[in-house]
């Protein structure tokens, strides 16, 4: 018991030393261009980043399909108001996918309980909000690293607006090609569906989509998906987005549970982004 209790101080400690650091973090950066999808639909543009520390499963797929132009012309056959617009079937009717093997779900994952790229931004009883990249998560409370074998602990992605998550039948593991941009807030898919990555600009687009369960003809389609490191660079958009394990980031949270008080949700906190082009 004396050893479990010093290694909840050890990680109490470590908490004070990862607040501390925030401050020396740059405000904004420059996302990896491997990881960032430009998806230019009939509706405008959206782009997206990918968070491969969440889904690295599911983020490698959809940047193979990506710079396969497998998504190119794929309409948003399923598209519910306030929930999510689905596409990514070549069959535009929610039976298809690609010619590769279905995905192992990866509904929650491992971070770190301390430094790493995970940014504290609230609590819900005993677990822990915060942000990986643009992506907010749930997970378990740091502390409980100090006594895991890899010292970290599962985690979530919580299904905020603009969140990209794959789509499956009813076996977990049927994830193949076909994705769906949030609209609204739906917690219910919490750790039973794969969100991979966000939206940094571009949500007016995705709530702009024509809805329908189906969608009637004619479908509102993604024009072309590429990965933004595969655009030249003449041509590619600049993109930087506020680091969400930044001070200015920190304050911006606060400030929005100052507002909010007991309603606050971390869905309510948006990531600032630049895009230019």
């Given amino acids: 018991m004396k050893s479990a209790f010093r290694a909840l101080g050890v990680a109490a400690l470590a908490l004070v030393s990862a ?6 973090v740059a405000e904004w950066r420059t996302p990896d261009p491997e990881n960032v999808l430009v998806v230019e639909t009939n509706k405008g543009r959206i782009v997206a980043e990918l968070v491969p520390e969440a889904a690295p499963g599911h983020v490698e797929r959809v940047r193979e399909l990506a710079k396969a132009g497998f998504y190119d012309g794929l309409s948003f056959f399923r598209v519910i108001d306030s929930f999510m617009a689905q596409t990514g079937d070549p069959k535009n009717d929610g039976t298809g996918g690609s010619d590769k093997p279905d995905l192992t779900a990866e509904f929650t994952f491992r971070r770190a309980g301390s430094g790493g790229s995970f940014a504290p931004a609230g609590k819900v009883g005993s677990l822990e909000t915060g942000f990986v990249g643009p992506l907010a998560v749930t997970s378990q409370s740091s502390m409980l690293a100090a006594m895991t074998a890899d010292g ?3 985690a979530w992605a919580n299904f905020c607006p603009g969140v990209l998550g794959m789509a499956r039948a009813g076996d977990p593991n049927s994830a193949n090609s076909q994705f769906f941009f949030m609209r609204q807030h739906y917690p219910s898919l919490e750790k039973t569906y794969t969100g991979f990555g966000r939206v940094l600009s571009g949500l007016e687009v995705v709530r702009a989509i024509k ?13 072309s998906v590429k990965v933004l490191a595969d655009i030249p660079a ?26 909010l008080g007991a309603g606050y949700n971390i869905c309510d906190v948006e990531v600032p982004v630049k895009v230019s082009k």
């Fill in 152 to 154: 970290k602990v599962q």
């Fill in 234 to 259: 003449d041509k590619r958009p600049t993109v930087q987005v506020m680091d969400t394990r930044s001070a200015a980031f920190a304050e911006l949270v606060k400030k929005k549970q100052a507002e």
């Fill in 19 to 24: 607040s501390a650091a925030s401050a020396q």
């Fill in 211 to 223: 809805t329908g369960e189906p969608v009637a003809d004619p479908q509102d389609k993604m024009l």
